[in-house]
């Protein structure tokens, strides 16, 4: 998609599949600008590298910056910018997770591939009939509001900068009244483990907890627990703590390291997908197009002397 969209903004890259790191740091010599996905984090020690070869500009191919410190890259003189993308590739995938995590989809998916057509144990529940909780009121938390709007539930919102017409209230509220929690806020020092045990704690029984921003902002320990113990109906993660070195790799030939991630997917009413909510054709080539944007408009601020 890079070499596609390239030449209609007269630029001519280097693309190389090597992360950013130390070992790789004379890759980016002599490029001021420089493109970087959000699979691996960028250190304090490779921005400072970075820096040291000339590199002024880091567009991160991703809304958030949890995968470098910003503040130091500013401190060596790198200015870090983000990229926007279609909220509707989260968006649908999200509403999705959420439908097959009330219709118990994974047991049925699972019994019909091995030839068994019985209806399931467990009766599916009916949006309509729900309270949605939406964490988080972005882009992409908007646009699942404005998409659970068509199935006829209630909704709750929480933000701390309400955005939208929603029924805002405060988080601890949510929990309490949402049959169903979806998170949709920037991982950030504030909202690590946002759910953490004592929130998770608060949720109702029965209740299903829906994940397409971040791994950590959850407590995944304190949600595995609950799930275990049947006080949870269900969840739909397409993030995880600890994500990184196995979503986006084939382990199909070796042990999982993450017991976490063996326990989570051994549940019948756990959906774990390799955080692929973003991954459509729309939104990658806005997320492309915005990272040459970036940089494009970062050396139009700033000329070569």
Same mark, same amino acid.
Do not use: W
């Given at each position: 998609m890079f070499h596609e969209l390239a030449p209609h903004f007269g630029v001519v890259l280097t693309i190389?599949?090597?992360?950013?790191?130390?070992?790789?740091?004379?890759?980016?010599?002599?490029?001021?600008?420089?493109?970087?996905?959000?699979?691996?984090?960028?250190?304090?020690?490779?921005?400072?590298?970075l820096s040291q070869v000339g590199v002024e500009y880091i567009s991160t191919r991703s809304i958030g910056f949890n995968h470098l410190d910003v503040s130091y890259a500013?401190?060596?003189?790198?200015?870090?910018?983000?990229?926007?993308?279609?909220?509707?590739?989260?968006?649908?995938?999200?509403?999705?997770?959420?439908?097959m995590a009330v219709r118990d989809a994974k047991t049925i998916i699972r019994r019909a591939d091995i030839h068994d057509?019985?209806?399931?144990?467990?009766?599916?529940?009916?949006?309509r009939d729900l309270t949605v909780g939406v964490v988080g009121t972005g882009r992409i938390?908007?646009?699942?509001? =404005?998409?659970?709007?068509?199935?006829?539930?209630?909704?709750?919102?929480? =933000?701390?900068?309400?955005?939208?017409?929603?029924?805002?209230?405060?988080l601890d509220d949510?929990?309490?009244e949402s049959d169903l929690v979806t998170l949709h806020t920037?991982?950030?020092?504030?909202?690590?483990?946002?759910? =953490?045990?004592?929130?998770?704690?608060?949720?109702?029984?029965?209740?299903?907890v829906v994940n397409t921003g971040r791994g950590a902002l959850l407590d995944t320990e304190a949600l595995l627990q609950a799930l275990e113990d049947g006080r949870l109906g269900g969840a739909a993660l397409?993030?995880?703590?600890?994500?990184?070195?196995?979503?986006?790799?084939?382990?199909?030939?070796?042990?999982?390291?993450?017991?976490?991630?063996?326990r989570l997917q051994e549940l019948p009413n756990v959906i774990v997908s390799p955080h692929t909510a973003y991954y459509t054709d729309h939104a990658l080539s806005d997320t492309v197009e915005n990272s040459l944007v970036n940089c494009l408009r970062f050396e139009s601020r700033n000329p070569r002397g």
């Open positions: 190389t599949e090597a992360p950013a790191a130390e070992a790789t740091i004379e890759l980016a010599l002599g490029n001021r600008c420089i493109s970087v996905g959000h699979k691996t984090e960028i250190t304090n020690a490779t921005l400072l590298a500013e401190s060596v003189g790198i200015e870090v910018g983000n990229v926007v993308y279609s909220p509707d590739s989260v968006a649908d995938y999200t509403l999705m997770l959420m439908l057509y019985r209806l399931s144990d467990v009766r599916g529940r009916e949006l938390g908007a646009a699942v509001l =404005d998409r659970l709007r068509g199935f006829g539930c209630r909704t709750l919102a929480y =933000d701390l900068r309400p955005k939208t017409s929603a029924e805002y209230v405060p949510l929990l309490r920037p991982l950030t020092a504030d909202t690590y483990q946002l759910l =953490d045990r004592r929130r998770i704690g608060q949720l109702k029984r029965g209740a299903i397409d993030v995880l703590e600890g994500e990184e070195g196995i979503f986006y790799a084939d382990c199909s030939d070796r042990p999982m390291e993450s017991k976490v991630l063996v």
